[in-house]
């Protein structure tokens, strides 16, 4: 239960009282900043805790945006600001130093406008939301009142509410084939006392029957497959939609949501590579190649915007030329439908499942997801390069945590003396393409396994000095291509039935690692533990361990080597997630709410 705390005289005929139990909240009544004071003392130190002043006049919505979003230490609307628990402290100070100013007691300004700026000024940010059309004000006389009173007769919030539930930025197929009606279906939910979490959940289900679907190989499968695909989305779109519908945000919903994209995605295309295997097509290598594909995409997106997050003076004229097409409106779509986001994806493997073959699938997806990849790789690339961006030492440390180096970059920093010094983007380039070249060019040959330690050299070069460089965001998804690169092509090499399976999970293993990497930055929860990417060896150790086995064994003994490296890297990882979020979720961490894969 949370409290709020009601200071000022008490208007007549007002619905405030019971709006603030109607968001949950356990009201008290105080005459002015002494009597919250007094209130505030005796409220447990856990409790989320709102000061609204009695003459508010504004829509529940607004107050329920203001007093109850899980996400921000404190937030505020005009005539009502509330305060997690970590900012209690700072409401206790101000409530103080406004008591203490104010002469006999009486307050010469409402006082919850007065408590935001003191907090503010406390340096804690204080959220404020864009309440559009919604009405939120202390009027100062009863004319004011009666005029604020019908502005707030002709917003329908709960129109209001449904609408800002949908992303205010979404693909072309989401935004009008699905958003129109999954809002409603948020709604349903949320009325039924269902969590976004429940949701989530729903669909990874849902998903995972899809993927068994396509795995029977038959054309009903497969338009089961299709069909429920399609449904999974809607789940997919709804749980995000029912978060910011009923403002239920929490740490581990982000993740769940992030996590469980990509389980759903990926169990589907080994559900449709197996369905193709019962009738006699192997198309794992496709399968696998659209995964390593899709993930590199991702991986693209996430070391460019964290390696911008804070930059400063970073303006450049590719940008500004992006955000003047923005202002067209069909480029809009077009520009959100060619980088093919999660919706216009799934739409068009669930279309080419029921219609066409496996094989057909994966295709398209390796065609459409190929020209998306250039477009928007080659687009951050002319935005760096024409940008003069400073980056921090934070944007710095995270692309040094998602180029997951292990523990032999470890030692060879710890025994080079003097810096190294080379282009770290160019110098990850060359060494992904050797390895990966040597991979396709000689096979499982000893070749192969020096050129995999001059790839580890390389990797240790490209991060010997902080990655501040205007493509420096690049090492990363080199490393991520370079990887995945040389197991798809040592295992499509082998030739042997079950290596490419074993080699779909060992990426799909690894991709988690690196995907989980990213959601505890972007969650604010610094990477992963040093042991855990020592256990799995880094990027660098993984390539290089490949390499040696395929070298070392048999194309059958390669294939176990292969599952049984997958199944201990999925063990641990998974293992050390889990652990990590259900953990942040019980103590309290800051809630946070993810808007789905970046376009």
């Known amino acids: 239960m949370s409290t709020a705390i009601l200071t000022g005289q008490p208007v007549p005929g007002s619905s405030l009282e019971s709006d603030l139990r109607a968001l949950g909240f356990d009201v008290r009544v105080a005459a002015g900043a002494g009597d919250a004071e007094t209130l505030l003392a005796a409220v447990p130190a856990d409790q989320r805790v709102a000061i609204v002043d009695a003459g508010f006049v504004g829509h529940q919505h607004a107050l329920r945006l203001a007093l109850t979003d899980p996400r921000f230490p404190a937030?505020?609307?005009?005539?009502?600001?509330?305060?997690?628990?970590?900012?209690?402290?700072?409401?206790?100070?101000?409530?103080?130093?406004?008591?203490?100013?104010?002469?006999?007691?009486?307050?010469?300004?409402?006082?919850?406008?007065?408590?935001?700026?003191?907090?503010?000024?406390?340096?804690?940010?204080?959220?404020?939301?864009?309440?559009?059309?919604?009405?939120?004000?202390?009027?100062?006389?009863?004319?004011a009142r009666n005029e604020a009173r019908q502005a707030v007769a002709a917003v329908d919030d709960e129109a209001v509410r449904l609408r800002s539930a949908v992303k205010a930025r979404d693909g072309f197929f989401t935004t009008h084939f699905i958003s129109p009606y999954s809002r409603y279906i948020a709604r349903w939910c949320a009325r039924r006392g269902l969590t976004p979490n429940q949701v989530t959940t729903a669909s990874l289900v849902t998903a995972l029957i899809a993927a068994g679907c396509a795995a029977t190989g038959t054309r009903p499968g497969y338009v089961a497959a299709g069909v429920l695909l399609i449904v999974s989305f809607v789940l997919d779109c709804t749980d995000g939609q029912l978060a910011r519908y009923s403002l239920q945000y929490s740490t581990l919903g982000a993740w769940l949501d992030a996590?469980?994209?990509?389980?759903?995605?990926?169990?589907?295309?080994?559900?449709?590579?197996?369905?193709?295997?019962?009738?006699?097509?192997?198309?794992?290598?496709?399968?696998?190649?659209?995964?390593?594909?899709?993930?590199?995409?991702?991986?693209?997106?996430?070391?460019?915007?964290?390696?911008?997050?804070?930059?400063?003076?970073?303006?450049?004229?590719?940008?500004?030329?992006?955000?003047?097409?923005d202002s067209v409106g069909w480029t809009v779509w077009v520009r959100r439908m060619i980088v093919l986001p999660i919706g216009e994806r799934w739409a068009m493997i669930a279309v080419l499942t029921a219609a066409t073959t496996p094989r057909i699938t994966f295709y398209a997806l390796l065609v459409g997801c190929a020209f998306a990849a250039t477009y928007t790789t080659a687009g951050r690339v002319l935005r760096s390069l024409t940008r003069k961006a400073r980056r921090t030492d934070r944007a710095a440390k995270a692309l040094a945590d998602l180029a997951d180096s292990g523990p032999l970059t470890e030692a060879v920093l710890r025994a080079v003396r003097g810096p190294l010094r080379a282009p770290a983007a160019v110098t990850a380039l060359a060494g992904g393409v050797l390895v990966v070249g040597s991979a396709l060019l000689w096979g499982a040959g000893w070749q192969t396994v020096l050129c995999a330690l001059l790839y580890t050299v390389t990797s240790v070069i490209a991060v010997a000095r902080p990655l501040k460089g205007a493509l420096d965001w690049l090492v990363p998804p080199v490393f991520r291509a370079a990887e995945y690169g040389t197991v798809l092509v040592l295992a499509a090499e082998s030739r042997v039935n079950g290596v490419l399976p074993a080699a779909f999970g060992l990426v799909a293993a690894v991709a988690y690692h690196h995907y989980d990497t990213v959601y505890r930055i972007r969650g604010d929860a610094g990477a992963p533990p040093s042991w855990l990417v020592r256990a799995i060896a880094g990027h660098e150790g993984r390539t290089l361990l490949v390499t040696v086995l395929a070298a070392l064994l048999a194309a059958t003994q390669f294939k176990v080597a292969l599952t049984a490296l997958a199944g201990y890297v999925a063990l641990v990882v998974l293992v050390e997630s889990i652990r990590f979020w259900v953990t942040a979720h019980k103590s309290g961490a800051p809630a946070v709410h993810d808007e789905g894969e970046p376009a």
Not at 92 to 118: D, I, K, V, Y
Not at 280 to 306: I, P, S, Y
Not at 311 to 319: I, L, R
């Open 75 to 143: 937030a505020a609307v005009p005539g009502a600001v509330a305060v997690r628990s970590d900012a209690r402290q700072a409401l206790t100070r101000a409530l103080a130093r406004e008591h203490s100013a104010a002469p006999g007691g009486a307050e010469a300004a409402p006082l919850a406008g007065t408590l935001a700026e003191a907090l503010d000024t406390d340096d804690v940010p204080v959220h404020r939301p864009d309440l559009g059309t919604l009405v939120a004000t202390v009027p100062a006389d009863p004319q």
């Open 259 to 325: 996590t469980f994209d990509r389980a759903k995605e990926y169990a589907y295309y080994a559900g449709l590579a197996l369905g193709a295997a019962r009738g006699g097509d192997d198309v794992w290598a496709l399968a696998l190649g659209a995964m390593v594909l899709q993930t590199c995409r991702h991986v693209v997106d996430f070391a460019f915007n964290e390696a911008n997050h804070d930059a400063t003076a970073n303006t450049s004229p590719t940008a500004a030329l992006s955000d003047r097409l």
